[in-house]
């Protein structure tokens, strides 16, 4: 994976998981995935929230392509539950081309956000198309996640998860 110092993020600086560079398509869409869920991961290393005391944070990219439903979602899980394996501590999700999810989706993303909160980082989600919205609003999850309009929105902001303390 290669990491990429930008002061204002843009995917293209950015690397797929086999090093391949991101973007460049003509139309400027995403790669095309093999068949099922599509996922590609990159790794940006972009400014941190003022409380991070090495003044940098690395962040996961996950861009997702398709429908994630209880025949796709497992997919998701695992690789959610990889990167936090491999140290990653921030994820963000491109749900730019997720044109549906069922509740077996909210229930990976919710995992994954929870794994995340426990090694000390956090998951945002990013470019919701509006059917996926509406979900997350109905269950209320739109108050549990950071959503954003475009995965760079998401990067460039510098708010910081604060766990809850007990009492």
Known sequence: ????????????????????????????SHPRPEPGLGLSVETLVVSAPDGDSSGTAEWAIVRVDGEIDVATGPELRRRLIELVDEGVRH????????????????GVFVTGLKRLRIAGGTMRLAACRPPVRAVLKITSLDRVFFLYPSVEAAL????????????
């Open 1 to 28: 994976m290669t990491d990429s110092m930008v002061s204002a993020p843009t995917l293209s600086d950015a690397s797929t998981s086999d090093g391949a560079p991101s973007g460049g398509s003509p139309s400027g």
């Open 91 to 106: 994820v963000v999700l491109d749900l730019s081309t997720v044109p549906f999810l069922d509740s077996s989706a909210l």
């Open 156 to 167: 460039a902001d510098e708010t910081e998860y604060v766990a809850p303390t007990g009492a």
